[in-house]
């Protein structure tokens, strides 16, 4: 915390722009050597100049400072904006470590601004997640984490929960007075209460984890029956060989299509039948290993076929393998005749080739991603904070069975403060060093 960091805050490559940043007590010091300009530094204004190494030039640019606590890490932090020279940022780089500031470490900046009361862990994490997002959905759930609605509301289970810890204490160190009872009788709505909202946001961790990481679909069925052509009618793209060849696809073809700011992961698989070629095998074998793996599979038949669902051997060999099954009849464009209902399951028929209910099938695919809701609220998105809600429910309800069982108030107490940190440990209240170092060793240098 004591020395002066630096790290290249734009993503390597050529651009635009590049920006060193450099944070610390000694940021305008540094600042100072390597950049040419006469006036003073105005917090947050643009001032243009070079960029010198001695008396060497090696860019012109933009610097500004940003003067502490007004600035991302709290500190003094300032910010070099010049050409974005793969081989220029770093010669500039190189002047700035060799002119009092050293390379930060990943998450170091993030990592400043934590320490220094400028965020809580939450909202650090989020900024990660944010950076790190593939779908409009995702960014959307790191906002409102970045503008602190997870903090929020667990602070205020937390103040409910010292409040009804101050009843419980003064009942241990004051038994003569005999509260038990009545500190009872006040405190199990309230925990029971607190339980409710931390259930309720665990819940959402099932939503979060798809904004975050995508939905998963794939395409089965027997060989022959269009799952390439639908994958590329989905995709709206060539992805998939189409042949009219049984086993053309022999392993996972994979592509995200955006619905609605939700990633929806498809996976095209091989046919799945009985074959004597090696490689075939393996990519059966693969198709059905796919399929426990997905959170929807969708089953394809060629309606124009008189093949029954019951009879199909493909679907046998894999409906027990997911929860979640949407059968697709294709090759609507080639059937004449009317579907019977088939029973207790859910069907759609479509054809790839002419595109007829493409859409209707996106549009249950994308109500299947969002059956939990669309995520507008406040959405757990990480596994270590759905962990900690799991972990601070299990000692509230050990706390409530205590009370309700008229245990000694010491247990209670226990309990609850158990509660209280597993809380703490998501926000950062409560959390060791450890844990710190390993959540922010992931987050990007310069950030």
């Known amino acids: 915390m004591k020395d002066t960091i630096a790290a290249i805050a734009t993503p390597p490559g050529i651009g635009g722009v590049a920006i060193i940043r450099i944070s610390g007590s000694n940021a305008l010091s540094v600042l ?94 989020a900024v990660c997640d944010y950076i790190a997002a593939t779908s409009e959905a995702a960014a959307k759930a790191s906002v409102r984490q970045m503008e602190g609605r997870l903090k929020e509301a667990l602070q205020a289970c ?13 009942a241990v160190e004051y038994p003569e007075e005999d509260l038990e009872q009545e500190i009872t009788t006040d405190a199990v709505p309230v925990l029971q209460g607190v339980k409710k909202e931390i259930d309720h946001l665990e819940e959402t961790f099932v939503q979060g984890r798809i904004m975050k990481e995508g939905f998963g679909v794939v395409i089965a069925g027997a060989p022959n029956v269009g799952k390439s052509s639908l994958m590329n009618a989905l995709c709206n793209v060539e992805r998939s060989i ?40 393996d990519g059966v074998k693969r198709a059905k290993n796919a399929t426990k793996a997905a959170e929807l599979m969708i089953f394809l038949m060629d309606v124009s076929r008189e093949t029954s669902l019951e009879s199909s051997e493909a679907y046998r060999s894999v409906k027990n393998n997911t929860d ?67 972990k601070a429910s299990g000692h509230l309800g050990d706390a409530l069975a205590a009370l309700g069982a008229g245990m000694d108030m010491d247990c ?36």
């Open 158 to 170: 937390q103040d409910r929960l010292t409040d009804v810890l101050a009843e419980v204490e003064a």
């Open 412 to 447: 209670v107490t226990i309990d609850l403060n158990l509660a209280w940190s597993a809380l703490g440990e998501i926000t950062g209240n409560t959390v060791s060093e450890d844990i710190i170092d390993r959540i922010f060793s992931k987050f990007c240098l310069g950030k």
């Open 242 to 281: 189409v042949s009219g060849t049984p086993g053309t696809t022999r392993d996972t073809v994979e592509k995200s299509i955006n619905l609605n700011g939700i990633s929806i992961n498809l996976m095209d698989t091989a046919g799945i039948r009985k074959t004597e070629d090696l490689i075939e095998i």
């Open 324 to 390: 979640d099954v949407l059968v697709v009849f294709n090759k609507k464009d080639l059937f004449e005749g009317k579907l019977e209902k088939q029973p207790e399951v859910e069907f759609i028929m479509v054809s790839a080739r002419t595109g007829e209910g493409i859409e209707e099938l996106k549009e249950r695919i994308y109500g299947r991603a969002v059956q939990g809701g669309a995520g507008e609220g406040v959405v757990i998105t990480n596994e270590r904070h759905s962990a900690l809600l799991k």
């Open 32 to 125: 100072k050597r390597v950049f040419s300009h006469k006036n003073e530094y105005e917090h947050a204004q643009m001032q243009h100049g070079w960029v010198c190494d001695g008396g060497n030039m090696l860019d012109n640019g933009y610097a500004v400072m940003f003067y502490a606590p007004r600035s991302y890490t709290g500190e003094d932090v300032a910010e070099l904006h010049i050409h974005g020279s793969a081989a220029g940022t770093a010669r500039v780089l190189g002047a700035v470590t060799e002119n009092g500031a050293r390379l930060a470490q990943p998450g170091e900046f993030s990592r400043r601004a934590f320490l220094n009361g400028k965020m809580d862990l939450t909202q650090a994490e």
